[in-house]
């Protein structure tokens, strides 16, 4: 008697997270043992396998079907309602999980990159005010990157959150070679704007052949019949597209007008010169031709070896032929 006054307790308070889960906004079903056997019976008369599917050693299992839409806010209600002493698996987990360890882990990533990327400029230019200078056209660019993906309609986070990241990486010369190119102008022109013209006509095609082959490149990932290509390659195509906009607008305008703190902020350079370095690759420059042609045909024969896997399925499987 006592045994079946607790299950009865047990199946009570499981039909209480039922009706809480089922109640989620995004939730579309709940299954459980209530749909598959009549629970006011005592569970020893019911069909054993039946109970096992769903109920087993006082601990219930619940299969929920979720609505894409609402995945990561119906997983974290739902986590919520059965506490942290209850396990929750499934597909929908996972992807709620990879979501937000990756969009937490691209914040750290970008946090990083943007002072990586600050300390080479420091080191790379000659003004300490050049760096923000670039950073700040950057910024612009990805702001507007950002924010036209709404012509898309959707896409996914990964590109969301990745993306930002990769048009810093891409579109960083761009700016560099203007500004460095308007320093070398005004050498030899005193009026600002005259050397910014200069100095657009002489970078202009330099820039665009960078830009336009990494644009050419991302569009690319289009033809990828695995649809997160195609997603990452037009919001990538369509930033760098827009970088080059902004470096041939904006980025002009920009540097006229902070033109004036850029020459008092001038500092000497911080880098040695790479003369004696130059010279030595161009007394080497055969013997490594020779080298690499050497290697490619080795290096080809050992990428057509490699293995590959996909999704997390290989961690899952290293780990088990740990345990066996």
């Given at each position: 008697m006592l045994q079946s006054a607790t299950i009865s307790l047990t199946v009570i308070f499981e039909l209480e997270y039922k009706s809480k889960i089922s109640a989620v906004?995004?939730?579309?079903?709940?299954?459980?043992?209530?749909?598959?056997?009549?629970?006011?019976?005592?569970?020893?008369t019911a069909d054993s396998k039946a109970v096992e599917n769903y109920y087993k050693d006082n601990l219930a299992l619940m299969s929920i079907t979720i609505d894409e839409d609402h995945i990561l806010d119906a997983v974290s209600e739902i986590r919520n309602i059965v506490g942290s002493d209850n396990k929750m698996e499934g597909s929908a987990v996972s992807t709620a999980a990879a979501t937000e360890s990756t969009v937490s882990e691209i914040a750290k990533i970008a946090a990083i990159v943007v002072?990586?990327?600050?300390?080479?400029?420091?080191?790379?230019?000659?003004?300490?005010?050049?760096?923000?200078?670039?950073?700040?056209?950057?910024?612009?660019?990805?702001?507007?990157?950002?924010?036209?993906?709404?012509?898309?309609?959707?896409?996914?986070?990964?590109?969301?959150?990745?993306?930002?990241?990769?048009?810093?990486?891409?579109?960083?010369?761009?700016?560099?070679?203007?500004?460095?190119?308007?320093?070398?102008?005004?050498?030899?022109?005193?009026?600002?704007?005259d050397a910014m013209v200069d100095a657009l006509c002489k970078s202009t095609s330099s820039i665009l052949s960078s830009g336009l082959t990494t644009v050419i490149g991302f569009a690319?990932?289009?033809?990828?019949?695995?649809?997160?290509?195609?997603?990452?390659?037009?919001v990538l195509a369509k930033g760098v597209a827009i970088s080059l906009i902004t470096v041939f607008v904006f980025m002009p305008n920009f540097i006229l007008i902070v033109y004036k703190l850029i020459d008092k902020s001038?500092?000497?350079?911080?880098?040695?010169?790479?003369?004696?370095?130059?010279?030595?690759?161009?007394?080497?420059?055969?013997?490594?031709?020779?080298?690499?042609?050497?290697?490619?045909?080795?290096?080809y024969l050992a990428s057509n070896a490699n293995s590959f896997y996909y999704g997390s399925s290989h961690h899952h499987q290293r780990k088990r032929s740990y345990t066996l």
């Open positions: 906004e995004g939730v579309s079903s709940v299954t459980w043992l209530d749909d598959s056997i009549d629970i006011t019976e005592p569970l020893e002072a990586f990327v600050l300390f080479v400029l420091v080191l790379t230019t000659t003004s300490w005010a050049e760096p923000l200078i670039i950073m700040l056209g950057l910024g612009v660019a990805i702001l507007i990157n950002m924010g036209s993906n709404l012509i898309f309609g959707e896409i996914s986070f990964v590109s969301n959150a990745a993306g930002s990241i990769l048009q810093l990486a891409v579109s960083l010369d761009y700016s560099v070679f203007l500004l460095h190119r308007f320093e070398d102008s005004r050498k030899s022109i005193s009026d600002p704007k690319a990932l289009c033809l990828i019949r695995f649809k997160i290509g195609a997603d990452l390659g037009l001038h500092h000497r350079k911080l880098l040695p010169s790479f003369n004696k370095f130059g010279k030595f690759v161009s007394r080497i420059m055969i013997p490594m031709t020779a080298v690499f042609v050497i290697i490619i045909a080795p290096t």
